[in-house]
């Protein structure tokens, strides 16, 4: 079981899925793909159909601190307009719409948070909520109303003090998973009572990294943490897990990209490509050490 005792209740919808499938997959904004857009209800159905087993879901804010799921930053690409969404008010983001997916009859919104959520609600599906962790406690206060608790993770970088100064005064212990550099970090929010950190994610840009000693990963599974990596290509050009990123699944082999992963015995996986981690997972599952 992962994280500490007294929140076996709230972490028990992610041990079970972690010990019925072994290495979760974890869709990257859902699935953007074809007709469908990223961060919306529809992209995330797509994720889970096509094999995740968690959802990423980026947070933003309007002006006016309504909540939905987007990535400032891709307002030019996915809205054709240059302003950040954050400088806008609600009324002025309802005004757009996805250029690249619109069509005659269908105007594509960008969806508020509780809106994509709440459909979500009961069923077999998991949740990372990142970014915006700057607005707590107000985000948590809305993810509070929709009493889906077990189902989400939320992100922060370890480094953000005041952000997890806000978690810890916060009453609903959610399953928070960390951004992590260094061990180092990971440690001392695994030994901290206030926090539920069943979890952490971990990144570097770096082959040689304390991350990709497997004494490492299993020293965290006996602190009680499942570990996290991203492989998702950034448009950055930076990598989240030492060069092992989707690029290299679909340019050379899975094998190449997910394999080393498997063997350093990680427990969730990050990518826009959950169909064909799916199918490595299905036949390159490989044993490993398990918390009783």
Known sequence: MFGRPEHAAVNATLNATLDRVGTLIVAHRGCGVGSLVQNTALGVKAALLSGADMVEIDVSASRDGRFFCFHDGTEPELLGVQANLQTMSAFEIDQHSYVWRDRPGRDVKVEGLGTVLKQFRGQDALFTVDRSWWRWPALLTLLD???????????????????????????????????????????????????????????????????????????????????????????????????????TAVRVSPEAAWGPIFDLGVDAIQTDWPWVLRDFRTAHARPRARLG
């Open 145 to 247: 109303g929709l009493k889906m608790t077990p189902q989400l993770l939320i992100k922060c970088p370890a480094w953000e003090s005041v952000s997890l100064d806000l978690l810890r005064a916060h009453p609903v212990k959610y399953p928070f998973l960390p951004i992590c550099g260094t061990p180092e970090e990971a440690h001392e929010l695994l030994d901290d009572s206030q926090l539920n950190v069943p979890g952490v994610e971990v990144i570097t840009t770096t082959r040689d990294s304390p991350w990709f000693d497997p004494a490492v990963i299993a020293d965290l599974h006996a602190r009680g943490a499942f570990v996290f990596v991203n492989t998702m290509t950034l448009t950055t050009g930076i990598h989240l897990f030492g060069g092992l990123d989707d690029e």
